[in-house]
């Protein structure tokens, strides 16, 4: 038990592998996942991967009001949504990798949710169907047109069961507006518009509009050799409509109000910590870089991830964090070496649980880190295969930075770089996580005595 973690120990769920569907050792680039996203109830939840897959998975229904049996998220569809293309005017591959996805919230039977990689961005329709319309009378049971001369009768045609079947549909294509990678989308609290963010520019849609977006943010110079900073993430205020933040990777994050003025240079509020002189070095540039950035549920706080920690803002408080939160500090003399290997420019994910009291983030060795806002209490998890059967209890990790070594303890200069949980997602209202590491899925939760 670790008391403070909300009081719970976790255990495997499931565990899924984007690889035929088991824990196999040969993963192609193409099965990496490079996003999850749980949909706002938490009975679904999105992977997206570097081959332009996205896989849905969906919680037994069966098991959902047994407080000793939570659900197991089995595959409810998958579909292919972006291919590989090619700029012909600037001579660029595009790259079908699944940069982000956001769900809408349901409004019918169906399911919509937003999936873009570099470049473009697609609204997806996902819907069941269970029963086919027999009996037309232009055309025969194969359904060739019959000739109107032999039709003597008028039938009514009739709905009939058929094996359940999950279609993904495009109903929009949201392109051509990005001149550089996009690495955000954020779905607006008025569920009519949202907005994508690439390195120098956010782009404000209307979900019915495809041919058209507002720019409401643009940081690029009138001269390239100017700049000095590139937008990293951006995110909409989870109630007002009007506010959105964007983080840079100079470290500092931007709140921006829509209706002070229509394009968005002239932020509201500036959030920046200052440097301390003590701790500069050649790294320290990239390592404040933000990669991640997120409201709280309740909108009061914005945490960020940069490549060291997590850091935790007041709204109302610009001028330093109120909580900052070390994700893996032995890594600082570490430092040259993941500048060389190029680990140290990994875009680590955070995420709040239900309750914005817990924020949950990644590490390498496949580790993951788990802070407690009340308690200040933290864990290191480790998503592996020997962690993979269901039931397992996943066992505190610690990490030992030099001197002696104790059992349970893993070495600094043991870890494996390879291995990096960069994408993680919690459930709304539960204590259930999906941990996504190289190719493999992995779905945990609080153990129930």
Same mark, same amino acid.
């Given at each position: ?16 592998? $984007?690889?035929?569907?088991?824990? #196999? ?32 998975? $969906? ?66 329709? +996902? ?6 319309? #027999?009996?037309?009378?232009? =055309? ?15 039938? +009514? ?5 058929? @094996? ?34 690439? %390195? ?11 041919? $058209?977006?507002?720019?409401? &943010?643009? !940081? ?5 050799? #100017?700049?000095?900073? +590139? ?18 990777? =100079? ?5 921006? %109000? ?9 932020? *509201? ?39 060291? *920690? ?18 893996? %500090? ?11 290997? @190029?680990? !140290? ?12 009291? +817990? ?48 059992? @349970?303890? !893993? ?36 153990? &129930?005595?």
């Amino acid at each position: 038990m670790i008391p403070g973690i909300g009081a719970f120990t976790w255990d495997t769920l499931w565990c899924f592998s $984007q690889v035929k569907g088991t824990m #196999e050792t040969g993963t192609t680039e193409a099965d990496i996942i490079s996003t999850v996203e749980f949909n706002h109830t938490g009975e679904l939840l999105a992977t997206g991967d570097k081959g332009g897959r996205v896989v849905i998975f $969906q919680r037994e229904q069966e098991s959902k009001n047994q407080v000793h049996r939570r659900g197991e998220y089995n595959v409810y569809s998958t579909f292919q949504s972006h291919e590989p293309e090619f700029d012909y005017l600037k001579s660029l591959e595009i790259e079908e990798k699944i940069n982000k996805i956001r769900w809408l919230p349901q409004q019918n039977a169906a399911y919509f949710l937003l999936s873009t990689n570099d470049k473009t961005v697609k609204l997806w329709k +996902v819907s069941e169907r269970d029963k086919r319309p #027999e009996g037309y009378n232009l =055309k025969d049971e194969e359904g060739r047109l019959r000739d109107p001369a032999t039709i003597t009768t008028l039938r +009514v045609p009739v709905l009939r069961p058929m @094996d359940l079947m999950v279609e993904a549909t495009p109903r929009r294509v949201f392109a051509n507006a990005h001149t550089y990678h996009i690495n955000s989308i954020s779905v607006n609290s008025d569920y009519e518009t949202y907005m994508s963010a690439d %390195d120098l520019r956010i782009n404000l849609w209307n979900f019915e509009i495809t041919n $058209q977006s507002f720019n409401i &943010v643009d !940081i690029k110079p009138a001269n390239m050799e #100017e700049l000095t900073e +590139v937008i990293t993430a951006a995110e909409f205020h989870p109630h007002h409509c009007n506010t959105f933040v964007y983080s840079s990777s =100079k470290g500092t994050i931007r709140l921006c %109000d829509m209706r002070a003025s229509a394009l968005c240079d002239r932020h *509201t509020k500036f959030f920046e910590e200052p440097e301390d002189p003590s701790n500069r070095s050649f790294f320290s540039e990239i390592i404040s870089s933000i990669s991640d950035v997120k409201f709280s549920h309740s909108g009061r706080y914005i945490m960020t991830r940069d490549y060291l *920690t997590v850091k935790v803002w007041d709204l109302n408080m610009e001028n330093r964090p109120i909580e900052t939160y070390q994700v893996h %500090d032995y890594l600082r003399s570490k430092l040259c070496s993941l500048y060389e290997n @190029d680990c !140290i420019f990994d875009k680590f994910e955070c995420v709040w649980n239900g309750s914005d009291s +817990v924020i949950m983030t990644g590490s390498y060795n496949n580790f993951f880190r788990m802070f407690d806002r009340n308690t200040k209490r933290d864990v290191t998890l480790e998503a592996s295969r020997e962690n993979s059967k269901p039931r397992a209890i996943l066992k505190p990790r610690k990490v030992c930075v030099g001197g002696k070594r104790r059992k @349970d303890e !893993i070495s600094v200069d043991s870890l494996d770089f390879s291995k990096k949980i960069l994408h993680t997602a919690w459930h709304p209202s539960e204590n259930i996580i999906a941990v996504a590491a190289t190719n493999n899925l992995y779905i945990f939760q609080d153990k &129930v005595n």
